[in-house]
């Protein structure tokens, strides 16, 4: 936890890091009081506490100036991907429970999964999960890379960015697709006995709060851009990347997340000349959604590239499709897709 000694700086500076242990040497517990239990809406297992600390015992963790610097690179950075990957796990499972019921409840003399508005939220919901889990596997990627010395400074600022963005993604989505999971299963969605759904929504809203709410992760991109064009090796690796995807089935994909990216850097430059604080802080919400959309897609596309390599049976591409007809292709309209329904019906084949 963080402190402030006595007659250190005012503000961050002056916070020091510490580690604070529940029981002391001698089995004594440390010197710590709970006021009060939180009553919350999620995370009702993880108690969350008002709690007063006198003379407790604590450890000094790195010199005191650096407290707080150290406990948002040592923390927050670690528990914004692990937040990331809680959503993820969280889509995935609301999509094995929206499915499965989907083939096993009849309603009208059906399966529902056989009606198109169930597959299209089976589509929506498997989509979401892979890209989402896509996302913050490539982040503990170079999340490893950076802790064993092996990643360049690019792939620094890469993670840098991708963290926040990334948590930001993850946790909306989650609770959108938690919610469309609960809509599939009808009145039963609503009942918290029934399935885990109810229970992972209430989950999702704290989730999208804490380690960083989505206001303030887009305004710490925005710095991070405006200070050190942090968004510059998100475009370098979105190219390099989709330049080196051979696969003749993805090549459609490809060009969209190509013409993405470039749209994406003529709204950024636009914004950079404008030179208004305001302006940016009012539509960066915006681009933060274009670059983690255009991070899972490429991201998805070379997952598909390398199962397809593999000679896997996979279902990559089409999920990718959707994910990218659904986020970034310009003016997609399902209407005029000849392809949709098919593509709907293979969703729910996969359970
Ligand atoms: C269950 C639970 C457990 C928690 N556990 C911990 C913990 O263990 N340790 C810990 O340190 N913290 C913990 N937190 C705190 C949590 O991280 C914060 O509540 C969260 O980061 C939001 O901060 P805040 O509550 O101060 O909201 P505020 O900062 O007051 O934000 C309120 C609103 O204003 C917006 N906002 C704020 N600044 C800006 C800006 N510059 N531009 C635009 N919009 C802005 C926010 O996005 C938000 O919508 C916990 C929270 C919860 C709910």
């Avoid at 040592?74 to 809680?86: D, E, G, Y």
Wanted: charged share 25%; glycine share 4%.
């Amino acid at each position: 936890m963080t402190a402030r000694p006595e007659g250190a700086h005012d503000g961050t500076k002056g916070l020091g890091l510490f580690l604070v242990p529940r029981t002391l040497d001698d089995g004594s517990v440390n010197g710590f009081y709970i006021r009060r239990l939180k009553d919350k809406l999620g995370t009702r297992t993880l108690a969350s506490a008002e709690v007063d600390f006198v003379d407790a015992v604590a450890y000094q963790v790195g010199p005191l100036e650096d407290g707080f610097k150290n406990a948002v690179s040592l923390v927050l950075n670690t528990s914004r991907l692990l937040n990331a990957v809680a959503c993820a796990g969280i889509m995935r499972r609301a999509y094995i429970e929206a499915a499965h019921y989907a083939c096993h409840r009849d309603a009208f003399g059906h399966a529902i999964a056989k009606y198109p508005l169930v597959q299209e939220a089976i589509a929506d919901l498997y989509s979401e999960a892979v890209a989402a889990t896509a996302s913050s596997f490539f982040i503990a990627h170079l999340l490893d890379k950076i802790e064993t010395g092996q990643a360049n400074e690019n792939e620094e600022q890469l993670y840098r960015l991708l963290v926040n963005i990334n948590k930001y993604i993850t946790s909306i989505r989650g609770t959108e697709m938690v919610h469309r999971a609960i809509e599939v299963l009808g009145g039963n969605g609503a009942i918290e006995s029934f399935s885990i759904l109810p229970r992972l929504y209430r989950d999702l809203v704290v989730l999208e709060s804490w380690e960083g709410t989505h206001n303030v992760l887009c305004v710490q991109v925005l710095r991070d851009m405006q200070r050190y064009h942090i968004h510059l090796p998100l475009f370098a690796f979105v190219d390099t990347k989709l330049a080196q995807i051979e696969s003749e089935v993805l090549q459609d994909d490809v060009a969209v997340v190509y013409k993405a990216s470039d749209r994406l850097k003529k709204t950024i430059l636009n914004m950079e000349e404008r030179d208004d604080s305001m302006y940016a802080q009012a539509h960066i919400r915006r681009i933060v959604d274009d670059m983690a959309h255009l991070a899972q897609a490429t991201l998805l596309l070379i997952e598909s590239e390398w199962e397809l390599q593999q000679r896997m049976d996979t279902f990559k591409p089409i999920a990718t499709t959707y994910f990218i007809n659904r986020h970034l292709r310009p003016n997609y309209d399902p209407m005029q897709d000849e392809d949709y329904l098919t593509r709907l019906a293979q969703f729910v084949d996969l359970v």
